[in-house]
């Protein structure tokens, strides 16, 4: 088929050419909007999820909604170990000056303005940001030094005057298990004291799996402020296939449906591996309808590209030990395993073997699903290690 016509994806947060399956979570955005937007309190939303299930895509589309509904929205994605006062800062002026251009500002903006002069000589004295604001910090008011207050002060005067401009704050956090505990937990609590006034101005995330704990350990009371609503493989007999059929019917190309099967069958209804396995077999089929024989053939080739542009780059980044250590894992089956058996599988105590463990979740490629246990965060990631690093297996110390 021609390749200058073919619709699929795959990548980091691009657009599908069919968002299948999320109905419900985009249904809850507008929720949350509207009830925000009416002086209701609702729980905000941070979406989880294992690797290329869809998460940045999402808030992307919330995104256009809440611009759509002329709120001022920041998107951020978090990297590890970033600064993250000054980012705020930033995302603060940017919002305001979404709020409403400057030389408009009403008494409420310039005192959100004076408190995020004084948050940043607090937190950033030599931070530039504040360049263009030419405004005074609020003596007293964001300057304690003590993160979590400064940013309650600062989230609830920006509140305020999103309220009197009638519109709304959003702030969207992709990769928010990058957050560190005391930066996760001054979020929490400001968007807590904003959430007991009703004020319009939220954060809505997405991140890996573990986050949920992350924010119970940060806040007990986090679970009360967010959802924490989990997205992964698309379902089967449905959104997988439709995923699939619905871009190609478009433009006038059929699947047949023993085809779809095997595609389904392959990626797990994973997004990220639908998009790519749909992409090459448009390349590569030479006429509509899509056969099984053209969807067979072209396994290897997608393999090929899932191994070179989503494994890969994640394998890389291990050290020869954790490298071993998943791929023991990676023996025992993809499901959640015991540290224990783990270590036993790398010739290691489990207290010798704890190092490695945390390292590899601190990396973002494992999560612990429950005590004592550490899962992939990236799915068929033991298929993979399987496949390309099986001299690892059994390898001496
Ligand atoms: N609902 C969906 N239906 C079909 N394809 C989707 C859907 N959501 C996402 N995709 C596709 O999946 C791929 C991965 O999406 P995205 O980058 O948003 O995942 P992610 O969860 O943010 O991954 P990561 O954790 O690696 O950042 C993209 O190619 C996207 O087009
Ligand atoms: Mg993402």
């Not at 030094?145 to 309220?163: K, M, N, P």
């Not at 007991?196 to 009371?221: C, F, N």
């Not at 099967?261 to 209804?269: A, E, K, P, R």
Request: aromatic share 8%.
């Amino acid at each position: 088929m021609d390749p200058r016509k073919n619709p699929f994806a795959p990548g980091a947060g691009t657009k599908p050419p069919a968002l299948v399956g999320r109905d419900d979570q985009i249904e809850s955005f507008d929720v949350l909007l509207e009830r925000l937007e009416n002086g209701y309190a609702e729980q905000s939303m941070i979406i989880t999820g294992l690797r290329g299930v869809g998460k940045t895509v999402l808030l992307e589309v919330f995104r256009e909604k809440a611009e759509a509904r002329e709120w001022a929205t920041v998107e951020w994605e978090v990297e590890k170990n970033s600064p993250f006062s000054s980012k705020m800062a930033s995302q603060v002026r940017r919002a305001l000056l979404q709020l409403a251009p400057k030389a408009r500002w009403t008494n409420r903006l310039a005192r959100a303005a004076s408190i995020l002069k004084s948050f940043t000589l607090t937190f950033n004295p030599d931070g530039a940001m504040t360049a263009g604001l030419d405004i005074d910090a609020l003596v007293g008011v964001g300057d304690s030094g003590t993160l979590s207050e400064d940013l309650t002060d600062l989230f609830v005067a920006t509140g305020e005057a999103a309220r009197e401009q009638q519109t709304g704050v959003i702030f969207l956090l992709d990769e928010i298990q990058y957050l560190r505990p005391a930066e996760l937990e001054a979020l929490i609590a400001a968007l807590h004291r904003c959430a007991r006034r009703s004020l319009p101005i939220t954060l809505v995330g997405a991140g890996l799996p573990q986050i949920p704990r992350l924010a119970g350990e940060a806040k007990s009371y986090s679970e009360r402020l967010f959802r924490f609503p989990v997205i992964g493989e698309l379902d089967a007999k449905t959104d997988a296939r439709d995923a699939l059929v619905l871009p190609a019917r478009d433009l006038g190309v059929e699947f047949e449906s023993d085809a779809i099967d095997l595609i389904v069958d392959y990626t797990q209804g994973y997004p990220y591996f639908l998009q790519e396995y749909g992409k090459i077999v448009w390349d590569e089929s030479p006429t509509s309808p899509i056969s099984r024989i053209d969807t067979r053939s072209v396994l290897p080739l997608v393999e090929a590209k899932l191994d070179e542009s989503f494994f890969r780059v994640r394998a890389e980044r291990t050290t020869e030990l954790e490298l071993r250590y998943l791929f023991a894992m990676a023996e025992l089956g993809p499901q959640a395993h015991r540290a224990s058996e783990v270590a036993r599988g790398i010739d290691r105590t489990t207290e010798q073997a704890g190092p490695v463990r945390s390292r590899l979740i601190d990396k973002g490629l494992l999560y612990t699903p429950g005590h004592g246990y550490a899962a992939f965060t990236v799915p068929q990631f033991d298929r993979y290690l399987l496949r390309r690093h099986s001299d690892l297996a059994g390898a001496p110390e």
